[in-house]
């Protein structure tokens, strides 16, 4: 993400440069201030700078920033839902607005309890209650969510809930299922809750602008909105429930299960309705939709660093290394993200390295993962040696032949061929063809790979006639194993690369034409694969010297990278 920031100052440095007009450069959403300062620095006095952050101790000013606060209400909004609240009961004086809000906050939530308060007790004057509260004999926060639990337990449980989750959008098949895991394991204070569906929950939640309906992006369809400040309150409220419980009167059986156990359930839950997407396949347009209303909830749980102090990791560490898997394949595979997939497969080697003290398939798959994730990242010196713990490991876990063993020889091999150390590759990738044609008899996806990598290896060395036989048992045997399918247009175009290295561009041109079609109906949409397609068509079509033709499929090919992928890529 700093990579991609400094690629981008430098862009509107450049425009400023040259005279382009005015350029406003938007850090959004800023953690650390750390992150931005040498670019901070870069930019001044040049353009102008927008940072939005949710850390208050973000410090801009030494920099020459001014900085605005932003509330959830403004203050003429805050003033008239105050008003227009208690103005047919009492007159309210601008003043005793004024102090009502500065210590009860800009909050809907808060703003509603304190309110409610003052029209249960006509006596209570604005300015004394504002008083009891300053002093701390009053706190709204407490008074709210007492008033909820004695409502409905399971709406407050949701709630607690919702405090973990990503805030801005949380769909109603999440709340569901939250809901759903709520009932099944009832507190004694939710038991005779239980059956409440999850509308009657929400409604309470809603009653007390706790939560607000919203819609999400394109078919996330309808959900909530929580405010960052309610899930801070829920969970310091609950860390000290014992002392609220007494201050509130509310009714100790409402005790339950700790914060960091709920936690643990809710990482479960959210894990079990979580798509596993390791590549696009028929139902992967429907898998996708779903994942992309759970992964940002998961993503959050999985990165608490908190998870892994609890002593419950060894309870609960292979769910939290699960969801990594999960998403790290979702990341790389589906939303193209190999910097957060490299994040989230180091955080799963980490996880199991506390549980395993020795040699593990799981730590070795994670090795795999991060190794093929920097591969994606075109980092292939360290995917190499990655690649190798990985294989050394298999090795002793499991002597002779072995699927992981091929897998790990196979990943190397290609890794080598990335550093041009083809020679080494062919040396690997015939290792991993003959174990698994010893472990598979007869046609099999694993052998017809092998041999597609083969190839591969073989184009790179120059060797086309070699590399031409192999595609084409690669090619017979995927047809024979399946009708469409990605590994059928993959050697449909590398034997139409493999024809255009021998100058049969004719040949070549009509393998292009079905791996493009092919991938067209397995991949909706924009996918890198349809790009490469569309891209070698244009250099095909160029050989053959129909150059509008090629300008034609070279645009096309342009256009969907750059919507793939944003800033600079070698792809674009």
């Known amino acids: 993400e700093i990579e991609a920031a400094t690629r981008l100052v430098n862009d509107a440095l450049s425009r400023w440069q040259e005279g382009q007009g005015r350029v406003l450069v938007v850090f959004d959403n800023v953690e650390h201030f750390t992150d931005i300062e040498p670019l901070l620095l870069d930019l001044q006095p040049h353009v102008k700078v927008l940072v939005t952050t949710r ?61 409610r308060t003052l029209q249960l007790n006509p006596l209570l004057s604005i300015e004394d209650y504002a ?36 805030p801005d ?24 809750a239980h059956g409440e569906d999850i509308h009657a929950s929400l409604n309470h939640l809603l009653h007390h602008s706790l939560v607000a309906v919203v819609e999400g992006h394109e078919q996330q369809g309808t959900g909530v909105r929580v405010h960052r400040l309610v899930q801070q309150e829920v969970q310091a409220y609950v860390i000290l429930q014992p002392s609220n419980n007494n201050n509130c009167h509310v009714d100790s059986n409402i005790s339950h299960t700790s914060l960091q156990q709920l936690q643990w359930r809710v990482l479960t839950t959210l894990e079990d309705i979580m798509p596993v997407i390791i590549d696009w396949s028929p139902d992967a347009d429907q898998k996708h939709e779903k994942a992309s209303r759970v992964h940002a909830h998961l993503m959050k749980m999985v990165m608490d660093e908190s998870l892994t102090k609890d002593a419950d990791i060894n309870k609960y560490g292979s769910v939290l290394s699960h969801s990594c898997h999960v998403l790290g394949a979702y990341q ?28 593990h398939p799981d730590v070795a798959g994670s090795l795999h993962n991060m190794a093929s994730t920097y591969d994606d990242l075109r980092h292939h010196e360290e995917a190499l040696t990655i690649h190798q713990q990985a294989l050394q490991m298999r090795q002793r876990l499991f002597p002779g032949d072995h699927l992981d063993v091929a ?6 091999a290609i890794t080598y ?156």
């Open 332 to 359: 790389s595979s589906i939303l193209l993200g190999h910097q957060t997939a490299l994040h989230l497969f180091q955080r799963k080697l980490d996880i199991e390295q506390h549980m395993y003290q020795d040699d």
């Open 55 to 115: 850390n208050n101790g973000v410090l801009l000013q030494p920099y020459g920033v001014h900085c605005i606060d932003v509330e959830p209400l403004d203050m003429v909004e805050a003033q008239f839902f105050i008003r227009s609240t208690l103005g047919s009961r009492r007159q309210v004086r601008d003043d005793e607005i004024d102090s009502l809000v500065s210590v009860v906050g800009q909050t809907m939530h808060r703003l509603s309890t304190a309110l």
């Open 407 to 412: 897998s790990s020889l196979n990943n190397m």
């Open 417 to 572: 061929s990335d550093l041009g150390r083809h020679e080494e590759a062919l040396s690997m990738h015939q290792q991993a063809l003959e174990m698994r044609r010893r472990l598979f008899s007869g046609d099999h996806p694993d052998v017809a790979s092998s041999l597609n990598n083969m190839a591969i290896t073989y184009s790179d060395l120059g060797r086309h006639d070699e590399a031409l036989s192999m595609y084409q048992q690669a090619l017979d045997m995927q047809r024979r194993l399946s009708g469409d399918h990605h590994d059928v247009a993959s050697s449909l175009n590398n034997m139409a690369n493999t024809y255009s290295d021998l100058g049969h561009h004719e040949e070549a041109l009509s393998m292009h034409q079905q791996a493009l079609e092919m991938r067209q109906r397995l991949l909706s949409g924009d996918h890198p694969d349809v790009a490469s397609s569309l891209n070698n068509m244009g250099n095909t079509y160029n050989n053959l010297g129909r150059h509008e033709e090629a300008l034609s499929m070279h645009q096309q090919a342009l256009q969907m990278r750059r919507r793939l992928f944003s800033g600079d890529h070698p792809d674009v």
């Open 169 to 192: 959008f949380i769909s109603m098949d999440v709340l569901a299922a939250l809901h759903d895991m709520l009932q099944s394991e009832p507190s004694p204070a939710q038991v005779h």
């Open 131 to 166: 008083v009891r509260i300053q002093s701390g004999a009053e706190k709204v926060e407490d008074r709210l969510f007492s008033m909820l639990i004695g409502q409905s337990p399971l709406a407050w449980g949701l709630l607690q809930c919702i405090s973990f989750l990503e």
